[in-house]
DNA sequence: CCGGGGTATAAAGAATTCGTAAAAAATTGG
DNA sequence: CCAATTTTTTACGAATTCTTTATACCCCGG
């Protein structure tokens, strides 16, 4: 996937930093960095990265600790860097929850690839639901479908577009602008007329009233939500 | 995974074969051993193993190209073994899906870490079957081969292909860009006629009408899928 | 009471998209 | 090297979808 994945890398050495996130970033990644373990622990939780590139020799707690604490509440593939090639340091790792180890000097390409490799493995597709219901209405983001009493409903490309974003915001307003920006493109921000005509073919397929709405409520001026009983 | 994991290992050379098979089945795990690149895979569909062990070094065909062929249908994880270090031929194998690489020689300990990395990560990965059957219509991903009502119907390259990569994503809509990345290459993402004419031909060879699909239905303006009832 | 911004619906014309056929070019396998 | 198959190119009608244009609505404030 070539969806910008977010990779921590957490490393005591700012030459390795600077080294991986040039790297790093040149594919596309967007890269999170921490200088400690605590503060790697810390940042895993507020960024919730797809990949952790973490070096075992850490000067305020061992590596391994880290790792541990890690995986105590994330599965996220873990790559362990270190200058130590023991074996017996490796198969801590592993054993520990790692993924994969690789020990330095390392080429860059290899790096590249092994995270390459663990990326794939795991697709972040459980960030976020993929089903989202409201009563009688489903709809499945991962498999493009929208079922009304179990009855799929049929819809067009930029009808799909649009409930599908409002879906992925449930019960949040979703400003016109960011609908047109989003599904017809930056030029046609303005042109909030599609819009209501696509909004009210949705409407028109879902059985759903704009004056009392069950699904999609409009809010004057600014955008259009779906009702947030889940 | 203390459940009995079976690993198949492909490789030419009896005394590493020996060597790993009494590693491994010293953890408990149930070793199947194919000699080369063609047993391998045969051995793959047949026993469906958590793990593969593959040895790039094959006498009978290229083990990058074993890789890919077992890549057609399955995702278990890929071990490679290599006496070769050369970064690019790392990189080839971990891009071409392998999920870690290992240079002989290796210390044992640190292979069967990583042998229980690998496997660690396994389980949740839903174990996709090679085998897709949509009533009459039989998809053999093992095999590469289709059959409908028990017959075998003939497909070209680029068909099979198509439907194949339906197949893995049974019921869920495969992008009309992602079938032709996938299929012709990333220069070609745009001809999406490429895919009504392959299409149509699968369709006809199926028997399947477009306007009342028993198989693959269109998403107009987005892709193709299978039919979902499994 | 009346007018205006924002909204909802309907119905045209324009532009895509889809499916099929058939010819030309390239590939495959003997 | 040749013959057969496969893939690519080219073309066109039909159906759908999107855009445009037009009209009526509703709530609020002047």
Known sequence: MSQTATILVIDDEPQIRKFLRISLVSQGYKVVEAATGGEGLSQAALTQPDLLVLDLGLPDMDGQQVLREFREWSRVP???????????????????????????PFGIQEFLARVRALLRQAPQGETQPALISL?????????????????EVALTRK???????????????????????????????????????????VRQKLGDDPTAPRFIVTEPGVGYRLVGDA
């Open 159 to 201: 009808e799909y577009a649009v409930l599908a974003q409002l879906a992925r915001y449930p019960g949040r307003v979703v400003t016109q602008q960011q609908l047109l920006k989003d599904i017809w493109g930056p030029t046609h921000a303005e042109d909030s007329h599609y819009l209501r005509i696509v909004v009210g073919h």
């Open 135 to 151: 009563g009688p209405l489903c709809i499945d983001l991962a498999y493009r479908r929208v079922t009304l009493d179990g009855v």
């Open 78 to 104: 873990v790559l362990v860097l270190s200058v130590r090639a023991s074996e017996i340091q490796k198969v801590e790792a592993l054993d520990g929850g790692a993924n994969d180890y690789v020990t330095k």
